[in-house]
T-cell receptor, first 115, second 112 residues
Framework: GAVVSQHPSRVICKSGTSVKIECRSL??????MFWYRQFPKQSLMLMAT?????????EQGVEKDKFLINHASLTLSTLTVTSAHPEDSSFYIC???????????FGPGTRLLVL | QKEVEQDPGPLSVPEGAIVSLNCTYS??????FMWYRQYSRKGPELLMY????GNKEDGRFTAQVDKSSKYISLFIRDSQPSDSATYLC????????????FGTGTRLLVSP
């Protein structure tokens, strides 16, 4: 199956700092990548849809200035949490849609803890 | 009404049991249906993917879609302790950017 990686897998930072999370499709091209966050014992909440070469589309209630998304190539999307606060602590997961197909493959997730 | 409804469980079964996991959805236009398995602190893993109505089998797993009643199911035969995980149904909203609409997930516990 298609492989999606995320880096880092875990990050601890101080309040007010910015954190960048990378999402890579390793063996396929992904024109569309998605960013989710997941709180304990809850389902995935879609934050934004990222298309290569264009601006991301954010879901209602997600602050675009706080969660900066860049999709610079067909295999890489980044999510930057700017001026992180403790309430941003969560599990962030990306997925990538195989070009011309309907299936999405997920990365292993990044656990963010803001102190 | 949520677009996709799924019982959160937990569902506890003994090893070897047949497990039935279910979701209902509201939009009859949906055509693509998926089941993901998520272990604790890991990303979801695609298990099954079906298009329109019917059954699809892969090893111990069978996915079933009944579009007339807007009901999707995942059956696990001969369940194993390693099947203990959260199972998420997902439906593709194929308008726009083709987002997945997830159920809340059902937590399955298979005891040895």
């Amino acid at each position: 199956g298609a492989v999606v990686s995320q880096h880092p897998s875990r990050v601890i930072c101080k309040s007010g700092t910015s954190v960048k999370i990378e999402c890579r499709s390793l063996d396929f091209q992904a024109t569309t990548m998605f960013w989710y966050r997941q709180f304990p014992k809850q389902s995935l909440m879609l934050m934004a849809t990222s298309n290569e070469g264009s601006k991301a589309t954010y879901e209602q209630g997600v602050e675009k200035d706080k969660f900066l998304i860049n999709h610079a190539s067909l295999t890489l999307s980044t999510l930057t949490v700017t001026s992180a606060h403790p309430e941003d602590s969560s599990f962030y997961i990306c997925s990538a849609r195989v070009q011309f197909l309907e299936t999405q493959y997920f990365g292993p997730g990044t656990r963010l803890l803001v102190l | 009404q949520k677009e996709v409804e799924q019982d959160p469980g937990p569902l506890s079964v003994p090893e070897g049991a047949i497990v039935s996991l279910n979701c209902t959805y509201s939009n009859s236009a949906f055509q693509y249906f998926m089941w993901y398995r998520q272990y604790s602190r890991k990303g979801p893993e695609l298990l099954m993917y079906t298009y329109s109505s019917g059954n699809k089998e892969d090893g111990r797993f069978t996915a079933q879609v009944d579009k007339s009643s807007k009901y999707i199911s995942l059956f696990i035969r001969d369940s194993q302790p390693s099947d203990s995980a959260t199972y998420l149904c997902a439906i593709l909203d194929d308008t726009g950017f083709q987002k997945l609409v997830f159920g809340t997930g059902t937590r399955l516990l298979v005891s040895p």
